[in-house]
């Protein structure tokens, strides 16, 4: 499988299948490994690439490939996306008539599709398993694999079923995928499927491109809503415990405007998947969702992932923060954390009748618990609970890396409760200790005489909350350790008595204030409004294809294509995510749009300022001036008090050429008054209009205002609102 040839045709296949430069980490092997009629077991990320693992060796190796799936609801998109990919596809579940059925059994016979999806039960079925033996198959895929394993923490039974494959079908090879197996549930699989001396990958874990972060909670709904002021026309899911959480949640949202729907067990299986649809389709911004939601969710655009609750444990959490940036571009894991949620959960592990489970389940959620309170790097800290090291000292990509966060020093604080904590005896909880120290005037610490100890009233300086924040902050450095319940009452470690005797200073991080830094980087450079008008343009597509707008192309793909501009098909076939099939059915109309885009907005090509996209060789400018200059230009003449129709004449270009400089100009932070270009009350109510339309096209706007408000005008605001996130 190593010869040049092979080499060539696989990458080959992959840039006119999928539209691809370049394989993603492990995938060449294992489709190597594949084609070779070996079986393989991969470990790979969510977003790592998995379907392109079988899917590509469907389309090389003769007869069909069966893909074995859990999630019926996804079976359609799946197949829609390798079918707009060129690959004759087909699904086979029990949401289909028995006549629907038949007929796709038909054309399998006659060998027009490549790939079959159906769901594991179907297995179970011994006319179904009569049936796939008379088909020439070319593998068996298996995706969620850890569904098989009672370790693993989504058992089905119905995944038992597999266990026969290897034996029903000894010459066909078994191809098994998750995203989540510790190696213990990962031998589990292995041996349950019957694997054959498998290739094995286990893939890091690391997704570099999401951005971790925990913040304070306090008042949530407000909070979530403050961050999605910021990602106006941006796909996200937030996560709540409870059903009625998720409903508060949701009803908050749509009632300031944002466009958010609810997912949870409780509501109709009707309700749920049309809901989960809107979402994949872009038509609602936000999902607010239990648990309940997720497995095998491929919308490949979601840009942040919020957990207004404390997540159960961390294998849960790692697996729904998963769900954003699968197409590679930043994405933004926010977990909004309180104290007062840890006993919420506690309640239900405690109602757990298994006394080992329980342990186990406290054991877990005490994990998140440190991932949340502690100041060691998140992606490190997420990393080595799946026992991978990560060796950079900085990852550059959670809240503790970045230095939003601050240490500081709390020694003096640490001293002043672990004293009271000693002089009462070890035998007291956080809030009275809490008391003694900021001096109330109680009647349970006159009783006990505490109002005469050395520590009363010490920290008077500070609020009795804060106090209760430095107890939790000295439990989860393990300074002090509660013991006993209900009523847990508070002890000092050995590693506080250090503290306490002056051995050793103990700090706590602390968020800074100024939040400017804080949050993934923003994805290459790319025209904003070109953008969003192929976005519209897919959109309308998808509609008509009725698939979700992913499965034409993805954000990523869009934003390379507002920021390259393509002219012609040769140009449009260079674009990461066009294969040759798409090419061929969507090359056009993106292309026309692109052109009357860059008709309508002459000189805009060349407004960019170099950076990722305009680095690359293929771009051309159609000016003979180096990209940047024309505006640089315009910047000066701006600066020296000119305004845009001043400017127009002066270079003899016109207005709208100006405002795309001026926009482009502001976009790249340049110092520019706002106030000349647009005025602030315009600005405030331009400002409200996209908050409400909870997107970023400028129609909304330009309709708001029936005319009172030029395009230009609306577009500039728009690059600098955009600018101030
Ligand atoms: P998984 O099933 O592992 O979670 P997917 O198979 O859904 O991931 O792939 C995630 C995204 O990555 C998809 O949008 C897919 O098109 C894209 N992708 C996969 N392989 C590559 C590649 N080699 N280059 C660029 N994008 C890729
Ligand atoms: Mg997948």
Known sequence: ???????????????????????????????????????????????????????????????????????????????????????????????????????????????????????????????????????????????????????????????????????????????????????????????RLGLRSPFIVRASFNRPNLFYEVRQKTRVKPQVLEFLRERVGESGIIYRTTRDSVMEMAAFLTSHGIKALPYHAGLSAQERSSNQEAFSRDEAQVIVATIAFGMGIDKSNVRFVLHADLPKNIESYYQETGRAGRDGDPAHCILYFSRGDVPKIRYFIDAMPDAPERSLAIEKLNRVVEYAEHAVC????????????????????????????????????????????????????????????????????????????????????????????????????????????????????????????????????????????????????????????????????????????????????????????????????????????????????????????????????????GDAGLADTNYKSPSKKKKGETAEETYALFRQGMSVEDIARHRKLSPATIAAHLEQLVRSGRDIDIARLVDRKKLDEITAVFRTSGQWGLNPVIEHFSGRVTYEEARIARAWLQRQR
Not at 453 to 472: H, M, S, V
Not at 497 to 518: C, H, P
């Open 1 to 191: 499988m190593k010869n040049e040839k092979t080499q060539v045709t696989l990458s080959g296949a992959l840039r006119s299948v999928f539209g691809f430069e370049s394989f993603r980490p492990n995938q060449e092997e294992i489709v190597g490994n594949i084609l070779a009629g070996r079986d393989v077991f991969g470990v790979m990320p969510t977003g790592g690439g998995k379907s392109l693992c079988y899917q590509l060796p469907a389309w090389l190796r003769e007869g069909i490939a069966v893909v074995i799936s859990p999630l019926i609801a996804l079976m359609k998109d799946q197949v829609d996306a390798a079918r707009e990919n060129g690959i004759p596809a087909a699904f086979i579940n029990s949401s289909m008539s028995q006549q629907e059925i038949s007929a796709v059994c038909a054309s399998l016979r006659g060998e027009k599709a490549r790939l079959l999806y159906i769901a594991p039960e179907r297995f179970a079925m011994p006319h179904f398993l009569l049936f796939l033996k008379g088909l020439p198959l070319s593998l068996f895929a298996i995706d969620e694999a850890h569904c098989i394993s009672e370790w693993g923490h989504d058992f089905r039974p119905d995944y038992m079923v597999l266990s026969t494959i290897t034996k029903e079908f000894p010459d066909i090879p078994v191809a098994a995928f998750t995203a989540t197996a510790t190696p213990k549930v990962q031998e589990d699989i292995i041996e």
């Open 378 to 609: 998140r992606r490190k800290r997420l990393l080595n609970f799946f026992g991978e090291e990560y060796p950079a000292g900085n990852c550059k990509g959670c809240d503790i890396c970045t230095g939003t966060i601050e240490r500081k020093d709390i020694t003096t604080d640490a001293q002043i409760a672990m004293s009271a904590i000693s002089r009462t005896g070890q035998r007291f909880g956080a809030g009275h200790i809490a008391d003694i120290v900021t001096g109330s005037d109680t009647k349970r610490i006159r009783e006990l005489r505490h109002n005469e100890i050395k520590t009363f009233g010490a920290g008077k300086d500070k609020e009795k909350t804060e106090w209760r924040f430095l107890l939790n902050e000295l439990v989860a450095q393990d300074m002090l350790v509660q013991e006993g319940h209900p009523y847990p009452v508070l002890k000092i470690t050995p590693k506080g008595a250090e503290v306490l005797y002056g051995r050793k200073t103990a700090t706590a991080i602390m968020r800074k204030t100024d939040k400017q830094k804080a949050g993934p980087e923003s994805p290459s450079w790319h025209d904003e409004a070109l953008f969003e008008r192929l976005r519209i343009l897919r959109k309308e597509i998808a509609r008509t294809h009725n698939v979700p707008p992913y499965v034409i192309f993805s954000d990523k793909t869009l934003r390379e294509m507002s920021g390259r501009m393509p002219e012609t098909l040769q140009e449009m076939r260079r674009v990461s995510g066009v294969g040759d099939q798409k090419l061929l059915q969507y090359g056009d109309p993106f292309l026309s749009e692109i052109g009357k885009y860059l008709a309508e907005n002459p000189g805009i090509r060349s407004a960019g300022h």
